[in-house]
């Protein structure tokens, strides 16, 4: 089973519907990531968490919030989509680092298209 | 903008060549990382090389650091058919908290 899984893969939706995605990790790691990548530009980063306790904004949090339920557990909203989220969403995890920032494990990625 | 900035875009070679990716970066760093991307798929981590290392390498990858001229290279060398995916630098900005990704080089090699 791969360590680090997301749902759904793929999504259509209509514009101002609310959309969750969901990731799971079984690696242990404390830390978590959501990353929206769209062609040219790489990814950027929406959110992160390096605990339950522990929620920080990354590049482009707007229009976005996110849930960690547990430590395995990182989900990501979009309470009212718009045509200009639809990417490639990919969930991260690394652990914890001392001093420094250590590899990240990437999910599979989930297709989103807001109509 | 983004922290990391790969040159050239997009390279094209034939299997069995070496192709080299450059990655320029803007701040101090604690370690630099690449990453691959096969298309649509997920990042997977090749290779990290700390500030205070110039060369590394890993099997047929080998990544030199210059932190006097804020870049980063990765080499790889007898390229194969299934080396073709996109390639990404990965910089923390001197920070611990988050990696802040380049725009990738697309690499296309040709059987």
């Known amino acids: 089973d791969a360590d680090v899984t997301q749902t759904p893969r793929n999504r259509i939706t209509k514009t101002g519907k609310r959309i969750m995605l969901e990731c799971s990790q079984t690696?242990?790691?404390?830390?978590m990531y959501w990353y929206r990548q769209d062609p040219g530009l790489g990814l950027r980063l929406i959110y992160y968490?390096?605990?339950?306790?522990?929620?920080n904004k990354g590049e482009i949090s707007d229009g976005y919030s996110v849930s960690r339920q547990a430590q395995a557990k990182f989900s990501l909203s979009l309470e009212s989509a718009i045509p200009n989220q639809t990417a490639l969403y990919f969930c991260?995890?690394?652990?914890?680092?001392?001093?420094?920032?250590?590899?990240?494990?990437f999910g599979p990625g989930t297709r989103l298209t807001v109509l | 903008s983004q922290q990391g900035e790969e040159d050239p875009q997009a390279l094209s070679i034939q299997e069995g060549e070496n192709a080299t990716m450059n990655c320029s970066y803007k701040?101090?760093?604690?370690?630099l990382q690449w990453y691959r991307q096969n298309s649509g798929r997920g990042l997977v981590h090749l290779i990290l090389?700390?500030?205070?290392?110039r060369e590394k390498h890993s099997g047929r990858l080998r990544v030199t650091l210059d932190t006097s001229k804020k870049s980063s290279s990765l080499l790889i060398t007898a390229s194969r058919a299934a080396d073709t995916a996109s390639y990404f630098c990965?910089?923390?900005?001197?920070?611990?908290?988050?990696?802040?990704f380049g725009t990738g080089t697309l690499l296309a090699v040709q059987p």
């Open positions: 991260a995890t690394s652990d914890r680092a001392g001093g420094s920032l250590n590899e990240q494990f």
């Open positions: 690696k242990g790691h404390d830390r």
């Open positions: 968490s390096f605990d339950v306790k522990d929620i």
């Open positions: 701040t101090s760093i604690n370690n």
């Open positions: 090389i700390r500030s205070n290392e």
């Open positions: 990965a910089t923390d900005g001197g920070a611990t908290n988050k990696l802040i």
